[in-house]
Nanobody, 121 residues
Framework: QVQLVESGGGLVPPGGSLTLSCAAT????????MSWYRQGPGKERELVAAIGNGHITNYADSVKGRFTISRDSAKNTVYLQMNSLRPDDTAVYYC???????????????WGQGTQVTVSS
């Protein structure tokens, strides 16, 4: 009923910048919080950044001051602007959103398929 599609991943040198996008499509009534997670090789998936529908944001300590999460509600899209990238930022990045649909009651949790970000020279 709802799909999240990420884009913008790729290879970037240390110190570089990259912007990820995640667009939600389908039977959407409203979108509440949206967030980005990541999972590096051999590591647990971790929260990177989150943004509520009131634009309150939360960041992992490791990315504070370097990453910025934002959203365009009219486009059902969340972005992650990543600056000063480090090799440790290398991971698969996943989009997550809490969404009310037009077909099912309640707030549902959806995940994107993931997009690879590799920071390397």
């Amino acid at each position: 009923q709802v799909q999240l599609v990420e884009s913008g991943g790729g290879l970037v040198p240390p110190g570089g910048s990259l912007t990820l996008s995640c667009a939600a499509t389908g039977s959407i009534f409203s979108i509440y919080a949206m967030s980005w997670y990541r999972q590096g090789p051999g590591k647990e998936r971790e929260l990177v950044a989150a943004i509520g529908n009131g634009h309150i944001t939360n960041y992992a300590d490791s990315v504070k001051g370097r990453f910025t999460i934002s959203r365009d509600s009219a486009k059902n899209t969340v972005y992650l602007q990543m600056n000063s990238l480090r090799p440790d930022d290398t991971a698969v990045y996943y989009c997550n959103a809490g969404i009310r649909t037009t077909t099912v009651e309640g707030l549902l949790d959806f995940w994107g398929q993931g997009t690879q970000v590799t920071v390397s020279s």
